[in-house]
Every structure is written in structure tokens, then in C-alpha cells.
């Protein structure tokens, strides 16, 4: 999905990124000609399986690509028309939780056990607003309660073990936000929490983006939360962007068979169920290996439409119409409907 040109609501703008890394068996690419952009207070759903790339496209924007093994080999990544791929450490130092934040996909592993959940966010405001430890802690009390989490005062001086899944979740939200980004990316935001905490973080991450006016990123594999919480939406596969466009778009109509199969994998409450209906479909297969990707398309072993065509080279990226743009041979051959 072509970048575009930027505009004045432009904030960041990921133009032909590619990330590698060095494996025992030879070089990955696990990121290859990755292209989206983010406007002020819009979310972007960056959705795909597990091993998609979902999550390395995160670390690339935060600049914490491990080094060695991985490497950013090209592309750029332009925040408010600068281009941090250029920029120096001290420089990523001052973006990372300052200008651009993020939510990990597990809390418990992500927060210190040894600190309590009002030094770790006073720590960020500290290294970034210059505000003394008493003024820090303020604004850890006053982020927690924005938060929703009751009894600020009190939570502020316990350990991470002391709170539940979705109160720590709250801290990880808590402290991405304490020093009030322009862009926030939550990774898997709700992963291991019931529906009813996940609608509440949901509820939460869109209250907190009208008041803001934050731009987000939002990962996920449910295509249910994108069509929640989602403007527009790319759809990743094996290190690629197949699909991308506004979510009814994507939702109404999907022109990759990838996307398809997901919205397809979706559940339904049916109240008047009929016998003749198609169960559950599941896409066959597993995302391969980024070391074993053939010549052709990534998806064409688990496609029960590839032709010779899919397994022979890579589709370009077709514009659709309306800023719908996906990547199959299917949609030059007038089958990709």
C-alpha cells in the first residue's frame, strides 16, 4: 500500500521498509517494501497471523530492532517529515515514549516486578519532562486515574504481581500515555483478557484518542477489534502488505483471498441458524518460514484459487479504487472480487 504523498495531518509516514536478519539459514527478510501512513487522531488496524510481521513493523518504528542479528536495510520512517532511520541513538532516546509510544502485548513481562507501577511511569516523565520525583509521582497518580484504575493514590505505590491482567494492562496504557505522544502503537493491547476487560480497553484507548487527538496503531489478529476501533487497515502476510484501505473497504469488500480467510475465520451469533449454511471455515496451512519463501506469491500453498501464476512470481501492489489497493494476480485476471 503506497505511502502517498504527505499532508499537513500526516504524522508518520512508513515508505518501503525492509528488515532483515542474518539465521543459520542464510537471510531472512522479515520486512519487505512495508508502506502505510498515519494521520493525527485516526487508528491504522495492522492486522495478519502470528509470524506476519505485525509486531517487527512496531519495533522498526521505535527503533529497537535487535542488532545483530536484524537490520533495517531499507525503506524510511518519517515522523512529522523526519526521518528517524537517519536519526542517531540520542535522538531515537528522545522519541521513544516521548513522541512515540507503545503498548507491549504482555504486561507482566513488560513492567519491572521490582518497582512499583507509579515509579515506572514517573521515571518516564522524568527522563522526558524534566519534572522532579514528587511532581513525577503526581503525574503517575494522574495518569492512573485517567486510566480508570480506583484508588490511584494507593495503586501508585504497589508492585505489578499486586494488580489484576487488565489493571496492569491500564499501567502499560498509563505510562505509553504519561507523556502525551502523537502516536501510540498497541501491540495485541487485550491479548489474554476476558471480552469484557478487552471492550473496556478498547473503550479506554478511544476515549483517551478524542481527548488527545493521538494517533494510533493498532496490531492485532482480530479482525472483530479492527472493525471496532480501526479507520483504515493493512493486512500483513509473511513480511508483506497484501491488502490495505479504509475498514469498510476491507470489511464490505476484501479483494485478497488472505483477507477473505480471515474475516471468513470470524465467529457469528446466528439466532435463526440454517443447516445448509458452510461451518466455521480455517485457513489451511501455516505462515511459512520467512527462510522458505519461494519465488512467488507467500500465500499461493494455503490459496484454493493460486494459478502457475501465483507460484511463479510476486503480485504487485494494484490499486482498486477509493484508496483500496491489494496484492494478487487474482484482481489483473478479474477474479479477485
Not at 512508513?14 to 527478510?29: C, P, S
Not at 527503533?63 to 517529515?81: C, D, E, H, Q
Not at 503525574?139 to 496492569?168: C, D, F, N, W
Not at 480497553?201 to 479482525?223: G, S
Request: aromatic share 2%; glycine share 10%.
Amino acid at each position: 500500500m503506497s505511502a502517498g504523498r504527505p499532508t499537513a495531518e500526516t504524522l508518520l509516514q512508513v515508505e518501503g521498509l525492509r528488515v532483515e536478519f542474518k539465521t543459520r539459514h542464510g537471510i531472512a527478510r522479515v520486512l519487505d517494501h512495508v508502506s502505510f501512513d498515519l494521520r493525527s487522531g485516526r487508528t491504522l488496524g495492522i492486522v495478519g497471523e502470528s509470524g506476519c510481521g505485525k509486531s517487527m513493523t512496531a519495533l522498526s518504528i521505535m527503533g529497537l530492532v535487535p542488532t545483530p542479528p536484524g537490520r533495517i536495510s531499507g525503506g524510511s520512517i518519517r515522523l512529522n517529515g523526519e526521518d528517524l532511520l537517519r536519526a542517531g541513538e540520542k535522538r531515537l532516546r528522545q522519541v521513544r515514549g516521548n513522541e512515540i509510544s507503545m503498548i507491549f502485548q504482555e504486561p507482566m513481562t513488560s513492567l519491572n516486578p521490582v518497582y512499583t507501577v507509579g515509579d515506572q511511569i514517573a521515571e518516564s516523565v522524568r527522563l522526558h519532562q524534566g519534572l522532579g520525583k514528587r511532581e513525577a509521582l503526581d503525574r503517575a497518580v494522574e495518569m492512573l486515574k485517567a486510566v480508570g484504575i480506583p484508588a490511584p493514590e494507593r495503586r501508585v505505590k504497589e508492585y505489578p504481581h499486586q494488580l489484576s491482567g487488565g489493571m496492569r494492562q491500564r499501567v502499560m496504557i498509563a505510562m505509553a500515555l504519561a507523556c502525551n505522544p502523537t502516536v501510540l502503537i498497541a501491540d495485541e493491547p487485550t491479548t489474554a483478557l476476558d471480552v469484557t476487560v478487552q471492550a473496556q480497553i478498547f473503550d479506554l484507548l478511544e476515549d483517551l484518542q478524542a481527548r488527545t487527538n493521538a494517533a494510533i496503531i493498532l496490531i492485532t489478529h482480530d479482525m472483530g477489534a479492527i472493525a471496532e476501533m480501526a479507520d483504515r487497515v493493512v493486512v500483513m502476510y509473511a513480511g508483506r502488505v497484501v491488502e490495505g484501505g479504509t475498514v469498510e473497504a476491507i470489511l464490505d469488500t476484501p479483494r485478497h483471498p488472505y483477507t477473505q480467510g480471515l474475516i471468513a475465520c470470524v465467529p457469528h451469533l446466528d439466532p435463526d441458524p440454517k443447516p445448509e449454511r458452510p461451518p466455521l471455515r480455517e485457513i489451511p496451512g501455516v505462515v511459512p518460514a520467512m527462510t522458505d519463501l519461494g519465488r512467488g506469491c507467500a500465500f499461493a500453498p494455503r490459496c484454493d484459487r493460486a494459478m502457475d501464476q501465483c507460484r511463479a512470481s510476486v503480485p504487485p501492489i494494484l490499486d482498486t479504487g477509493g484508496g483500496h489497493r491489494a496484492a494478487c494476480w487474482l484482481i489483473e485476471e478479474g477474479a479477485g472480487g
